[in-house]
């Protein structure tokens, strides 16, 4: 058991362990909130927590929201003015000032953040790592994506080993394209119907596209890079984007256009440039039948995307959705629209 409490000592509280991390944030907010150059903050489980004493000493200061939820909050003890944890309805997971300790919680800090807002008079002189909040924001992703990756790859294990199995037999012995596709959707239909892992994956799409639009260039840059070599997440995104073609039937629907656009500009064309050009013919076709006008969208993500050669294509998404007009693909894809 490890013991906490404010200057006054009429807020106690003790928590089982903590579990980390261990951070020492520099940013603005903290600074202000503490005093002090920074603010060591240490991981708990909600569950890990217990208020002994001084429920009703304990007042909430809310900071007006920066960018994004969740907004800045800092519980103080009404009395000496000490901060003191608050963990909030429903969070598993939140953060104590280890200042208030009064015996060692066992972990030690494990690095530095936004240390690009650190105090002038202040300098760090340990080798503990720094992150700056684009750093953050990619690990910080990559801690969210990484149990959704798990889980998608032990979903598509076995429709990868179906498809390795009967690719190696396509062809020999009258087994043809047909007998592949029913033997591969089988195996799929079973897996979907065991579990969607695509869900979830959506969900966090849903905050990441706008989010990713809205961030500064350094910011979108660490979220292609915290995706990239994620199959499952790539997956995801590709889905995504025939998901929000699906969405559009009116021009009140135009931000299914841009959030699909920005899956294209996060995937950034990592795996397999066709792949995506395809879907993107989907959205254009799709929001052109929803009466819009796609390219000024194209133009906009475009301006926002990648310049560099992608991965898994000859040309930079950039490039990619700025010219999409012109590509084959969507004039093969309007003539099937035609045809119809
Ligand atoms: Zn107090
Ligand atoms: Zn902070």
């Given at each position: 058991?490890?013991t906490?409490?404010?200057?006054?000592?009429?807020?106690?509280?003790?928590?089982?362990?903590?579990?980390?991390?261990?951070?020492?944030?520099?940013?603005?907010?903290?600074r202000k909130a503490?005093?002090?150059?920074?603010?060591?903050g240490?991981g708990?489980?909600?569950?890990d927590?217990?208020?002994?004493?001084?429920?009703?000493?304990?007042?909430?200061?809310?900071?007006?929201?920066?960018?994004?939820?969740?907004?800045?909050?800092?519980?103080?003890?009404?009395?000496?003015?000490?901060?003191?944890?608050?963990?909030?309805?429903?969070?598993t997971?939140?953060?104590?000032?280890?200042?208030?300790?009064?015996?060692?919680?066992?972990?030690?800090?494990?690095?530095?953040?936004?240390?690009?807002?650190?105090?002038?008079?202040?300098?760090?002189?340990d080798?503990?790592?720094q992150?700056?909040?684009?750093?953050?924001l990619?690990?910080?992703?990559?801690?969210?994506?990484?149990?959704?990756?798990?889980?998608y790859?032990?979903?598509?294990?076995?429709?990868?080993?179906?498809?390795k199995?009967?690719?190696?037999?396509?062809?020999?012995?009258g087994?043809?394209?047909?007998?592949?596709?029913?033997?591969?959707?089988?195996?799929?239909?079973?897996?979907?119907?065991?579990?969607?892992?695509?869900?979830?994956?959506y969900?966090?799409?849903?905050?990441?596209?706008?989010?990713?639009l809205?961030?500064?260039?350094?910011?979108?840059?660490?979220?292609?890079?915290?995706?990239?070599?994620?199959?499952?997440?790539?997956?995801?995104?590709?889905?995504?984007?025939?998901?929000?073609?699906?969405?559009?039937?009116?021009?009140?629907?135009?931000?299914?256009?841009?959030?699909?656009?920005?899956?294209a500009?996060?995937?950034?064309?990592?795996?397999?440039?066709?792949?995506?050009?395809?879907?993107?013919?989907e959205?254009?076709?799709?929001?052109?039948?929803?009466?819009?006008?796609p390219?000024?969208?194209?133009?906009?993500?475009?301006?926002?995307?990648?310049?560099?050669?992608?991965a898994?294509?000859?040309?930079?998404?950039?490039?990619?959705?700025?010219?999409?007009?012109?590509y084959?693909?969507?004039?093969?894809?309007k003539?099937?629209a035609?045809?119809?």
């Open positions: 058991m490890i906490g409490s404010c200057l006054c000592g009429g807020v106690r509280f003790a928590i089982q362990r903590a579990v980390g991390p261990f951070e020492l944030c520099h940013c603005r907010r903290c503490s005093g002090g150059a920074f603010v060591a240490l708990v489980r909600a569950a927590f217990e208020l002994l004493e001084g429920k009703e000493l304990i007042a909430t200061y809310e900071a007006p929201l920066l960018e994004s939820p969740p907004p800045y909050r800092v519980s103080f003890c009404r009395r000496c003015g000490s901060p003191v944890p608050n963990p909030q309805r429903g969070a997971w939140f953060e104590i000032p280890a200042g208030l300790l009064d015996d060692d919680p066992g972990l030690r800090p494990d690095k530095h953040i936004f240390v690009e807002l650190k105090a002038p008079w202040f300098a760090i002189t080798t503990l790592p992150y700056d909040k684009p750093a953050l990619a690990l910080r992703l990559a801690a969210q994506l990484e149990p959704l990756e798990r889980r790859r032990e979903w598509a294990a076995p429709i990868d080993r179906v498809i199995e009967k690719t190696a037999r396509l062809n020999r012995n087994y043809g394209a047909g007998d592949w596709w029913r033997d591969v959707q089988s195996v799929r239909a079973a897996q979907q119907a065991k579990d969607d892992p695509y869900a979830e994956m969900a966090l799409l849903d905050l990441l596209c706008p989010r990713y809205a961030a500064p260039p350094v910011e979108r840059a660490a979220i292609r890079s915290a995706v990239g070599g994620r199959v499952g997440m790539l997956s995801a995104l590709l889905g995504y984007i025939h998901r929000a073609a699906r969405q559009i039937h009116s021009p009140a629907d135009e931000h299914w256009l841009i959030h699909g656009l920005a899956a500009s996060i995937e950034n064309c990592h795996r397999d440039f066709r792949d995506v050009l395809l879907a993107l013919a959205l254009y076709v799709a929001a052109e039948a929803g009466g819009m006008d390219k000024p969208a194209f133009a906009r993500v475009a301006a926002l995307s990648d310049s560099d050669k992608p898994g294509g000859p040309t930079p998404v950039r490039e990619m959705l700025a010219h999409f007009h012109d084959a693909v969507l004039a093969e894809r003539a099937r035609g045809a119809r």
